[in-house]
């Protein structure tokens, strides 16, 4: 039997309950292979800047929406006062069966172009032109050796803060090349290049730089390291980022 991480409608559940106790509730994103998918807007939350925080595009990676429901119960009686939109599991599907993509085989972070998916759609639609100070997209890499991060940014650098906290849990990585980019101990600032996303199709992440996000952050876990620690590096990242951006 898969890991009770897999577990959507308990995922929903415990979400349900950290809304009820910050004080606002979680709105219906819209529905996917039968299973509706929510989103939170805090009430601090203008209508331009604050924080963008999501996990689950990659069903494979449950340390990514354990890590940011834990972040969350943890910091539920202040959740309100922070302004914040979360996407707390954007495929589903793929986290009951573990699987990256959608039932479709889709790879969802490849689909922020267009409106051409329908969760991608939902997204796209509920932020609008919103510029964000800073989001951050929660990932796992079952290659990984260490946290790792890719940061896109028009302002000051924040990843290797980030990436300092999340060591506290689970050690940066050495290697000096991630998925063919060069990274400086689990730091990888790659120049925006249209052509390579013209050809693989836009990342939630590029979309938002493009959106004009002031710092769009993909983090990443070690997804053959424990569970516990995954979830840790996560909770430890969202933590420095919020401190940085309030
Ligand atoms: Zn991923």
């Known amino acids: ?26 709105r219906t994103l ?42 969350a119960t ?32 889709i790879d969802l972070n490849r689909c922020f172009h267009n409106d051409r998916h329908p969760t991608v759609a939902a997204v796209r639609r509920i932020v609008g032109n919103q510029r964000f100070d800073a989001a951050l ?31 506290t849990a689970i050690p940066r990585e050495t290697r000096r090349r991630i998925e063919g980019r060069r990274a400086n101990s689990g730091l990888l600032t790659p120049r925006f290049s249209p052509s390579v996303f013209e050809k693989i199709g836009h990342p939630e992440a590029i979309w938002l730089h493009l959106n004009g996000c002031t710092r769009s952050i993909t983090f990443e876990t070690p997804s053959e390291f424990a569970l516990e620690k995954r979830i840790a590096a996560h909770r430890a990242a969202i933590e420095t980022l919020v401190g940085l951006a309030c």
Not at 36 to 62: M, Q, T, V
């Open 74 to 105: 943890m910091n539920r009686h202040r959740l309100a006062a922070l302004p914040l939109l979360i996407f707390p599991c954007l495929n589903p599907w793929g986290l009951t069966q573990n699987r990256r993509t959608d039932e479709h085989g």
């Open 30 to 71: 819209c529905e996917a292979s039968g299973m509706k998918l929510s989103y939170l807007r805090s009430p601090a939350l203008a209508d331009d800047g604050g924080i963008y925080l999501s996990a689950g595009i990659h069903g494979d990676e449950p340390g990514a929406t354990e890590g940011l429901l834990s972040w």
């Open 1 to 26: 039997m898969a890991h009770r991480c897999h577990d959507y409608r308990h995922l929903s559940a415990r979400w349900r309950a950290v809304a009820r106790e910050s004080g606002f509730a979680s």
């Open 137 to 167: 997209m929660l990932h796992e890499d079952y290659d990984g050796e260490g946290v790792y991060l890719y940061e896109h940014r028009r302002s000051e650098q924040w990843g290797d803060r980030i990436l300092d906290a999340a060591a």
